[in-house]
T-cell receptor, first 113, second 114 residues
Framework: ELKVEQNPLFLSMQEGKNYTIYCNYS?????LYWYRQDPGKSLESLFV?????AVKQEGRLMASLDTKARLSTLHITAAVHDLSATYFC?????????????FGTGTRLQVTL | NAGVTQTPKFQVLKTGQSMTLQCAQD?????MSWYRQDPGMGLRLIHY???????DQGEVPNGYNVSRSTTEDFPLRLLSAAPSQTSVYFC?????????????FGPGTRLTVT
């Protein structure tokens, strides 16, 4: 059974600081996704990581994937209040034509002034 | 494009009642899926479909039925609602014609079973 663990579960950080969210998973996969969710809202796709060593950046967020270590990171640079949200990683296990996502429990990020 | 739409947005049911959550997408995606999200947890896969007429179970299928008669629609039926089914339900779709298989999520249905 695939397990996806995120840490930390809750992160309070000051504006301007840097921090990293970690996503560990237990089964081989070469496809990982990061999503953002604001309170009461749906999930917004942030990054799609498709191979070992993949690195993607958008604004103050950068995601990377190490398939050998079964680890993905979401790095936040110089945090701003607008980044406050819950961040989920999701690992894709493909069986035939089916693509099944297993989600981590999420990291609730609070950026304080 | 409207993307993925879900109705209703909110629903309250009594234990034992049945209902159908609607999901539609206008992106011609082959793959559609239903997830539930409980407080403090990530999303868990209920059922999925790789195309019209083809469905399969996910991680937590008990108490739910699905069918896929068209590419656009993927309704989720609760057969006999139980308080344990109180949750937020998300529908998602993706195309498997490319390589990313990125899933696009609907706005969600918040269901309370009393």
């Amino acid at each position: 059974e695939l397990k996806v663990e995120q840490n930390p579960l809750f992160l309070s950080m000051q504006e301007g600081k840097n921090y990293t969210i970690y996503c560990n998973y237990s089964t081989t996969s070469d496809r990982l996704y990061w999503y953002r969710q604001d309170p009461g809202k749906s999930l917004e796709s942030l990054f799609v990581l498709l191979s070992n060593g993949a690195v993607k950046q958008e604004g103050r967020l950068m995601a990377s994937l190490d398939t050998k270590a079964r680890l993905s990171t979401l790095h936040i640079t110089a945090a701003v209040h607008d980044l406050s949200a819950t961040y989920f990683c999701a690992v894709d296990i493909r069986t035939g034509t089916a693509s099944k996502l297993t989600f981590g429990t999420g990291t609730r990020l609070q950026v304080t002034l | 494009n409207a993307g993925v739409t879900q109705t209703p947005k909110f629903q309250v049911l009594k234990t034992g009642q049945s209902m159908t959550l609607q999901c539609a997408q206008d992106m011609n995606h082959e793959y559609m899926s239903w997830y539930r999200q409980d407080p403090g947890m990530g999303l868990r896969l209920i059922h999925y479909s790789v195309g019209a007429g083809i469905t399969d179970q996910g991680e937590v299928p008990n108490g739910y039925n699905v069918s896929r008669s068209t590419t656009e629609d993927f309704p989720l039926r609760l057969l006999s609602a139980a308080p344990s089914q109180t949750s937020v339900y998300f529908c998602a779709s993706s195309s498997h014609r490319g390589f990313s298989y990125e899933q696009y999520f609907g706005p969600g249905t918040r269901l309370t079973v009393t």
